[in-house]
């Protein structure tokens, strides 16, 4: 390390002088683990419904798809009921990109900050806080989720989880940014006035996709 | 008095708190004369200090002073009372954390600590004197609740927050009040807020603590209460000073007065600092 | 930033009569309150999870070297750079070689109290970088030129008002025009930001928990700006400190339970987003440089002493929305970066006791800050602790500590202490007497005692001590039982 290796063998020092423990010390053992969450309702019974109402308990909105065939159709229909209809070009998931589209075009590419609508894929959701779940990749770009006005998130209901807990078993590999999403973006920094849009989307629509396939 | 009562008897030494020996002795002899209703023989041995503003100011020194007295002078009883949430605690909870390096003053502050008690815990947890469906004070009104003084008004409760934090009182003073008097507590927002008091908190910072004291009487106002009620003289002192002072007519008792008391004209006065009508 | 904490009795003083700063603060109490109560409500088994973040804290601090080992082995495997540091100074001499190197201009900053701590901002200005805050609350502070005054909501103190006069005087040169209503507030900063997150060439995040096992930075955002901070300018920059490390992502469940609970009284924060090193291959978005700074700056002492438990702390902010001396005079009284019990216990360690000797005092002991505390520190002993050491180190005030002399030499001598409090009583009930003629419960002036009298009556007391009164009453009725 150029920096700071000074510093970090003195705070090493400091804390080993506390731990007790030297440079090669063996991994301590842990005694805990997490408690299964339990709540007035039982989330993990309708996972669909569980997800639901915590999505649209913070002005997220969720729509249900037969399959994949069924998305494009989904999305317009969205974007008619949101006053987006004249948007052209949607920033897409490049799984999404085969699909047929109609007279939008799609691309897979990093968000600007005129990009008004994304088409994101996640990875999984989480019914327990009615959120999803995004891992970046070069199919995937993070800024997708963060910059346009609208973001429609893709999901499979295969992939809807009742926890958090739920989802480690299923990431082979840490993406280089986990993504949990759970409605659109707000602040209430002012006055303790909650306002939608902050910096992120001012709309966030889920669409659960029943039959996934294998895609 | 039910068979579960009767199992609970001895000497009681009274934990008069140094406020009620110096500002409000009814408050201590309403408790006396609730214990001596229920059959015990009460004794009040000489006492001053707890040492709870010491042990609140970080002098630790003095406090283990004044520990040691005070269980010199309470460890023969079979019972430690008190008609304050806060000083009870100090007994409970605190004189435990002072004796650390001195087993034998922590092996008696512990048998001390189980022997104390909240004058409203003791009553309904120990005694359990409501299960029993027997009054806390026989001689007043004996034809049923609504005789009772005071039935008609209208009372809130603070509640002080050494008692509902450290000992968990919140339920007991109410539930006396109500099955003794029949006296429904109209709740105010804030009753669990602290009230600014602090013990030496409220002269070293005055002026945050009259804004405490001010926020609390704004959620008192709100539920247009005749009399306030709570556990603890230091909260209910300052409470009732600030109240007097800004011109407000709401009364401010112990509760261990009202339940103490046989008919409304046996007050001794019309609270504290009320303005005296004997 | 500069310690301001000797200051806190004037600055006490001066908040309380700041209107609309006790308006912003009734609003955010009862706001904060009532909406944490409804969701660890709502959690059947929330206190589980404080045991949980209690123990979980425990274990990491008791192991932290191994821990922090492993989180900078996991974070260098995926191609991303720790630098430790002792103090603020040194943090920000680490920040501004990356952003010297980085051939930086502009850099944005998410929300990060380590920063403030260190004053990174300060030292970048300095340097002539442009630094613009994102989080609302940060940007809006920014823009006044004053600290956060919470560690969560740091523009919790500014009305609408005060923001549209501040938008007016910063944004009106730009073109835009006056926003008078949250949404056109919101929306302007919205507009203004976007600009700057898409120019900028270095972000700076928080962190507020690194993943030991897998190398992972955790931060928790509700409007996104960490996230845009971090995934748009070529280098990111997270400011930490070394004990947010935790051992693995089971625990990080648990916490996340906790945060948002505590914190906004939400379910979950809209982004919680972990970073896992710099752009890879073939990504098309991120950064292409990830740092992760690990500030130490005296909590590496705490380890280990009586005041460890503070190590715990998750900097929700809770213990400030449940105090009531926070909520009357806000957080810049405080003078420094943590407010509120958190910060009473924090401060006097980091900033020393002597120079912030007021903050544990200034605290009624009521324990409502224990209560809600997600990893269960008591505060309340924490803080009584401090002024256990500050009667120790003898810096406690003369005129205290002279009348508590006084009284523990009576108090120890109970008979003449009842000897006394009768005489004491005496003379009360002469100033009782000041009183209106036939209205002698109170007293409004006392010599001595204004600090009680200038605001409060004091309830007069009446012919005796209860000790006295006891006394003859036992004695009369043994006489007529004779």
Redesign the interface.
């Known amino acids: 390390m150029a920096h700071g290796s000074n510093s970090r063998q003195s705070i090493l020092n400091r804390i080993r002088s506390f731990t007790g423990r030297d440079e090669s010390g063996e991994a301590p053992q842990k005694s805990w683990s997490v408690p299964q969450p339990g709540y007035v309702v039982d989330f993990t019974k309708d996972l669909v419904t569980s997800f639901t109402s915590r999505l649209n308990a913070v002005h997220g909105t969720l729509q249900t798809v037969a399959d994949f065939a069924g998305l494009p159709v989904a999305v317009h229909d969205y974007l008619s009921e949101a006053g987006q209809s004249n948007v052209q070009e949607l920033l897409v998931h490049k799984g999404l990109v085969g699909l047929e589209w109609g007279n939008r075009s799609v691309s897979v590419r990093k968000a600007a900050k005129q990009d008004r609508v994304s088409v994101t894929l996640a990875f999984a959701g989480i019914a327990e806080t009615g959120t999803v779940v995004m891992t970046s990749s070069s199919d995937s770009p993070t800024t997708q989720s963060y910059l346009p006005d609208t973001n429609i998130v893709v999901l499979r209901e295969s992939r809807l989880l009742a926890t958090m807990e739920s989802l480690w078993p299923l990431l082979e590999h840490q993406p280089r940014a986990l993504n949990f999403i759970t409605g659109p973006s707000k602040t209430a920094d002012i006055e303790q006035t909650i306002v939608y849009g902050a910096h992120g989307p001012r709309r966030f629509h889920v669409i659960l996709v029943k039959n996934a396939g294998a895609n | 008095m039910n068979s579960e009562a009767k199992a609970v008897s001895g000497n009681i030494g009274l934990f008069?708190t140094c406020l009620?020996?110096?500002?409000?002795?009814?408050v201590?002899?309403s408790a006396?004369k609730l214990l001596e209703n229920q059959g015990f023989s009460v004794t009040?041995p000489?006492?001053?200090?707890c040492?709870q503003?010491?042990?609140?100011?970080?002098?630790?020194r003095?406090t283990r002073?004044?520990a040691k007295?005070f269980i010199e002078?309470f460890e023969e009883f079979d019972y430690v009372v008190a008609p304050s949430g806060s000083c009870s605690s100090m007994v409970k909870i605190h004189y435990f954390?002072l004796f650390g390096s001195e087993p034998d003053w922590q092996k008696r502050s512990q048998q001390l600590a189980n022997r104390t008690f909240e004058l409203s815990e003791f009553l309904l947890d120990v005694l359990k004197v409501s299960l029993s469906g027997v009054d806390l004070n026989p001689s007043n009104g004996s034809e049923g609740l609504s005789d009772k003084p005071f039935v008609d008004s209208k009372i809130t409760y603070h509640d002080s927050?050494?008692g509902l934090?450290?000992l968990g009182i919140r339920s007991q003073p109410r539930e006396l009040l109500k099955q003794s008097c029949g006296v429904e507590i109209k709740e105010m927002s804030n009753s669990?807020?602290?009230c600014?008091?602090?013990?030496?908190?409220?002269?070293?910072?005055?002026?945050?603590?009259?804004?405490?004291?001010d926020?609390k009487i704004d959620g008192i106002v709100e539920t247009k209460a005749d009399i306030l009620l709570g556990g603890d003289l230091g909260c209910l002192?300052?409470i009732?000073?600030?109240l007097?002072?800004t011109g407000s007519k709401t009364r401010v008792y112990h509760y261990a007065e009202l339940l103490a008391l046989e008919t409304e004209g046996d007050l001794?006065?019309?609270g504290?600092?009320?303005?005296?009508n004997v | 930033m500069e310690v301001l904490t000797h200051n806190f009795k004037p600055a006490a003083k001066k908040a309380l009569l700041d209107k609309d700063l006790s308006a912003a603060m009734g609003r955010a109490e009862s706001g904060f309150v009532d909406t944490r109560r409804k969701v660890t409500d709502e959690l059947l088994n929330f206190e589980e999870f404080r045991t949980l973040g209690r123990d979980v804290k425990n274990h990491t601090l008791a192991n932290l070297d191994y821990y922090l080992e492993l989180f900078e082995r996991n974070v260098i495997a995926q191609g991303g750079h720790v630098h430790w540091a002792k103090n603020g100074e040194e943090a920000n001499r680490i920040v501004l070689d990356i952003c010297k190197k980085a051939d930086a201009r502009k850099i944005i900053k998410g929300k990060s109290m380590v920063s403030e701590e260190a004053g990174t901002n300060a030292a970048l200005e300095r340097q002539g970088y442009e630094v613009i805050e994102t989080d609302l609350g940060e940007y809006i502070i920014q823009l006044a030129g004053e600290t956060p005054s919470h560690i969560i909501a740091p523009a919790v103190h500014k009305s609408k008002k005060a923001v549209t006069e501040l938008f007016d005087r910063y944004h009106a040169p730009m073109g835009y025009e006056t926003v008078t209503e949250h949404e056109a507030i919101v929306d302007q900063a919205r507009q203004i930001l976007r600009d700057h997150f898409c120019s900028a060439d270095v972000g700076i995040t928080g962190g507020n928990f690194l993943v030991a096992e897998t190398g992972s930075v955790a931060i928790v955002t509700n409007e996104g700006n960490g996230d845009l901070t971090s995934c748009l300018p070529k280098v990111h920059i997270v400011t930490t400190s070394i004990e947010k490390v935790i051992p693995d992502m089971e625990a990080l469940g648990g916490f996340l339970r906790l945060l948002a609970r505590s914190a906004t009284g939400q379910i979950t924060s809209v982004y919680t987003t972990l970073f896992n090193g710099p752009k890879r291959d073939k990504d098309i978005d991120g950064p292409e440089e990830f740092h992760v700074v690990l500030l130490d700056n005296g909590r590496s002492e705490i380890l280990g002493s009586e005041y460890q438990d503070i190590l715990r702390c998750i900097r929700c902010g809770a213990c400030l929305n449940h105090c009531p001396v926070y909520t009357s005079i806000g957080g810049h009284a405080y003078g420094w970066v943590y407010p509120g019990p958190m910060g009473s216990v924090l401060t006097p360690i980091l900033v020393g006791r002597e120079n912030a000797g007021d903050l544990p005092n200034a605290c009624t002991l009521n324990g409502r800050c224990g209560t809600v505390c997600p990893v269960k520190i008591p505060l309340p002993s924490l803080l009584r602790k401090h002024r256990s050491d500050l009667v120790k180190a003898g810096s406690q005030g003369a005129v205290q500590k002279g009348m508590l002399s006084f009284w523990y030499v009576l108090a120890r001598r109970p008979v003449l202490y009842g000897v006394l409090m009768r005489a004491f009583k005496t003379v009360l009930s002469l100033f009782a007497l000041l009183d209106k003629a036939g209205q002698r419960g109170r007293i409004k002036t006392l010599p001595g005692a204004s600090a009680w009298t200038s605001s409060r009556d004091l309830p007069a007391p009446g012919k005796s001590t209860f000790q006295a009164l006891w006394k003859t009453a036992q004695s009369a009725s043994n006489e007529s039982e004779k």
């Open positions: 008069v009620a020996d110096l500002f409000r002795p009814s201590a002899f006396a009040v000489i006492q001053s200090c040492g503003p010491a042990y609140n100011s970080g002098d630790e003095k002073g004044l007295q002078q954390d927050c050494s934090r450290e669990e807020i602290c600014g008091f602090g013990g030496t908190f409220c002269v070293k910072f005055p002026e945050i603590s009259t804004r405490m004291v926020n002192m300052n009732a000073g600030r007097k002072r001794v006065d019309d504290i600092a009320g303005e005296k």
